[in-house]
């Protein structure tokens, strides 16, 4: 017999779903399972690589655009909670604006077990021109209290690229790398996930606003895609295997109406 | 269930449903109460069983106690998903996402 606690999710009303999985409990529950037992989001015993001096400098420059990336997700999560329409969305905000705080801490702390130094200096120096525009556009959306084209930025572009980048990267990254972009891709899970279901509600009841999600979707690809191109390059991953890559985010446009 | 939700259960046939008991998978992004109704996909060589669907979300396989048929309610709390199960191409049922 099932423990009492093990309830059956599917019998859930919708409304207690929603309840429930935004809460901050949920969240907490979660992430317990996945990050407990990790130091900067590897297992202690974990073994550095021996990487090639040119495999190390590939490997920084990707990860300093990762931290532009997260950073901007990190500052864009933030200021999201202010015009959220409603308390499920500013709870789970709050939670990711605390994922993406840890994925900016461990991607930063990978750095430095690499022996950069300077952090914050290298990700200025490395970190891609588009990312950066990217980076100051979401902010602008957020300051301009666009709820569905801010978050559309955030939480469907930017989180649908970085889920496939980073799953793809963890399969051909060295040992630490790869458990620090595994624990990532399970928060981004969430995250593309809350984006695609609230945009979808909305797009729902206002299908207007399809139009200016269109224009801002037409800006703000090409600055993402372009980072992301590089970065596979970096990592040196087959033309072949890209098409993982655009895939998953073209599907989740297509599913809220974007052809 | 809620009177108002299009998504009520699909009527029941004749034919009972089958029934599963569910074991963890090891699926370790939700707590720990609901984790043996999701496990990780194996790709496209990852056969579903009768009460499994795929989330077109986030790839993961969610699972029910019983045998999914056309109409059926789940959800994918790991990107927190409402899911209808339809029928696909050549009557393979499969899982499309409910906004």
Redesign the interface.
Known sequence: MAHPLERDPHQLPPESFLEEVHSFAFWFDAVQGYLGDLEHGHRRETPEAVLSPLEREHLVTVLCNYCVGETAALEGAGGLIQIAPNRHAKVFLATQTVDEGRHLEVLTGRLRELGVEDPEAEIARRGSRSLQEFHRRLLELVRGRDWIAALFAQNVVLECMEFAVFALHAKRADPRTCEVLSGIVKDERRHMGFGENELGRRLRDAPYARERLRAVRQELDALVLGSFEETMDAIGTPRADRTELGSHYLAAVARLGFA | ??PA?P?LEAEEPSAPRQRFVLDDRGF??????????YRKWGGPGDALGANEALC???K?VVR??RELRVG???????????LVVVAGEGGRLEAQ?V?
Not at chain 2, 28 to 37: G, H, I, S, T
Not at chain 2, 72 to 82: G, I
């Open positions: 269930m809620t939700d998504l370790d992004e939700v707590p720990k109460k609901y984790r043996r109704f077109p979300v986030c993961i029910s106690t059926d309610r789940l959800y994918c709390m790991a990107c927190m998903t409402r996402v906004y």
